[in-house]
């Protein structure tokens, strides 16, 4: 049988690639600390558009503070948004985690929802977060979280050419095995913190370059 290589069908070569990458990033895991649901949901909002070293440094005492749904509620608004500052888009942040919050403690008696349809009318909150809490917090995984490493992996290895996140996981889903979906997610976001980066991708060192449509060797 011919070698696969980056210009045959992504049907024949989506499996070789998941195949490696999986081998390649066997721990691969969520990098947030969290030890319930809300700790999961509030460092996955605070995670946008921020590195998970810094959430992480700032829920270390946010999570002793806020140890509740009800707590987010109970501080003025402006407090908030300076215990989540380091984070970046603090103003943001801080009304959607007020508002999920709210929305927890009024419909679901302060617990965070366990369900797809429930989590998505949460403020703040689209499929990507809402599959990591679900994956991770209740251990239901109905898909892929789209972030912007698993993002720009799915564009360059021709597992998808959308743009939208909602797409792209479509995208994925059809091409990766289920019982696959929760580690790949990681395994994608691993490899592109350490070989496939946005500006400067180390090419000369992936392991699939030769099935990459995008590579640069």
């Known amino acids: 049988m011919a070698r696969l290589g980056r210009d045959d069908p992504i049907e024949r070569r989506a499996p070789e ?17 969290f030890s319930n649901a809300l700790e999961m ?3 996955t909002i605070l995670s946008a ?3 998970d070293e810094k959430v992480n440094e700032v829920t270390a005492t946010l999570f002793e503070k806020y140890p509740t749904a009800e707590d987010y509620l ?24 007020r508002e999920a919050c709210r929305r927890i ?4 008696d302060g617990r965070v929802p ?11 909150v689209a499929r990507k977060t809402a599959n990591i809490v679900l994956s991770n917090a209740y251990g239901k995984v109905e898909g892929i979280a789209v972030d912007t490493h698993v ?26 095995p289920r019982d696959r979906w929760f ?5 994608l976001i691993d490899h592109g913190r350490a070989i496939c980066a946005a500006r400067r991708p180390r090419c000369e060192e992936c392991p699939v370059s030769h099935l990459c449509p995008a590579s640069l060797v």
Not at 78 to 94: C, H, S, V
């Open 151 to 176: 993002k720009r992996l799915a564009n360059r290895l021709g597992f998808s050419d959308e743009r939208d996140p909602d797409k792209i996981e479509r995208d994925l889903m059809r091409l990766v």
């Open 114 to 124: 366990d369900t797809m349809e429930d989590l998505l009318t949460l403020r703040g």
């Open 17 to 33: 690639i998941v195949r490696i990458l999986s081998e390649t990033y066997p721990d691969a895991k969520v990098a947030l600390r």
């Open 41 to 43: 949901l509030v460092a």
């Open 49 to 51: 558009q921020c590195t």
């Open 105 to 108: 403690v009024e419909v679901y």
């Open 74 to 97: 109970r501080v003025p608004e402006e407090e908030l948004k300076r215990d989540i500052k380091p984070t970046g888009f603090f103003n943001q942040k801080a009304t959607s985690i």
């Open 183 to 187: 580690h790949f997610t990681y395994v």
